[in-house]
């Protein structure tokens, strides 16, 4: 879990989460508000975190970084899935084959560790000529990934031992809202682990009704990464709400 120095915007942000969460949304929707409040906050708040940095080198085709392990909260992984299945719809998105792609990404990259991971250098299934096709709904931990140095970037990605300079900002406001969002859902009874993207987008496209289970508090997309350490983050969660 990153740290989270003041229980004051944790609280108020886990409450933003809960309240769309009590609103008895229809399923869908209550996905698309929980994320899209998510995202909001994430695109609202980090020009003014990072307005005395330098500026970041990423930029649209900039993909070194997408060999990286994505998690991603339920909601998360069920709205990209609904944005698959509408680019999937299409004549043109139908021959991109996007479920294949992350079937056949999951099959080779499912179960590594992160530095194995990144040692087989297996890029994103999202990337298409360079460019995340997703990019409007991202996860978090994709918005909170950015860097000054796009060489750096390159060589860590070519296996290189370079450290990459990211921006701290990013790190923390993704973690915070994360974090509260995991809260809310925990707080409503909801699965609030962190899963791996490909392998819960794989569940979540396979037609099983995962997202009702889900709704129902189940626990529908595969395992929970193992680093994500539930106990403590529910104390801390716990701590943070009542200060
Ligand atoms: S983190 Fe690095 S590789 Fe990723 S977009 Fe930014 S500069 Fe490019
Ligand atoms: S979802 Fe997009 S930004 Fe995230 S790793 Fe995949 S291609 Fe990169």
Known sequence: MTAIESSGPFRELHLAFARILAARHAPGMLIDMLVGQAFDLFEDNIGVQT???????????????CILRVTATAPEIFLLADYVQRIDATPQGAALALPRRIAHAHRATGGLAEAERMALRKPCPFIIHGVCIVHPVRPL????????????????????????????????????????LQSALRSAGLSWGLHEMNHGLVLALDGHGRRGRWLEGGDSLGPIVAEFDATSAAERFDQLLAN
Do not use: M, T, W, Y
């Open 51 to 65: 307005q005395d940095l330098p500026p970041l080198a990423c930029q649209k085709g900039c993909p070194s970084c």
């Open 141 to 180: 931990a994709c918005r909170g990934h950015a860097s000054f140095d796009r060489r750096a970037c390159a060589r860590a990605a070519a296996g290189r031992d370079v450290e990459v300079p990211v921006s701290e900002p990013h790190l923390n406001l993704r973690g915070l809202i994360q974090n509260a």
